[in-house]
């Protein structure tokens, strides 16, 4: 499970920026969950790290800023009662979060005008739903 993590096409985390972390956990296992280290930590620098272009890189810390503790974005994972299954797991999520974070951003939306069926539409629902409480009144 030493082998890089490609996030995408022009993005691959070396194998070496990666930090691992093993520790109990406290998901299924039964007697065994107290003597195994089932659960990851998967912990990944991305300011320092040489797989990101800096403008990427940039955008990339922008996105990470809220998952980010002491530079580091860290992802855990105890879903499975095998260590290498969850290790798995870990490189999944990690590569998740990164490839969401450097993808570009999206078009500026071109604003438009609403057709003139939807406006009639929108108003015959409005006047239908008028009718509707002015019949719940009573005579008043």
Do not use: Y
């Not at 890089?4 to 972390?21: F, Y």
């Not at 912990?43 to 580091?72: C, F, I, M």
């Not at 998740?96 to 078009?107: F, G, H, Q, S, Y």
């Amino acid at each position: 499970m030493n082998s890089d993590l490609v996030v995408t096409p022009a993005v691959t985390i070396p194998a070496g920026e990666l930090r691992w972390r093993f520790s109990h956990s406290s998901g299924p296992g039964g007697q065994g969950v107290n003597t195994s280290d089932s659960r990851v930590e998967l912990s990944w620098d991305p300011e320092s790290s040489v797989a990101l272009p800096p403008d990427v890189r940039d955008r990339a810390l922008l996105r990470l800023a809220p998952r980010l503790a002491g530079g580091l974005l860290t992802v855990t994972s105890s879903q499975f009662r095998s260590q290498l299954r969850n290790r798995e797991a870990a490189r999944t999520r990690l590569a998740t979060l990164v490839r969401d974070a450097v993808a570009p951003p999206a078009p500026p939306r071109r604003p438009t005008r609403p057709t003139r069926g939807s406006q009639l539409r929108r108003l015959e629902g409005k006047r239908r739903r008028s009718e509707i409480k002015r019949l719940r009144r009573g005579d008043q």
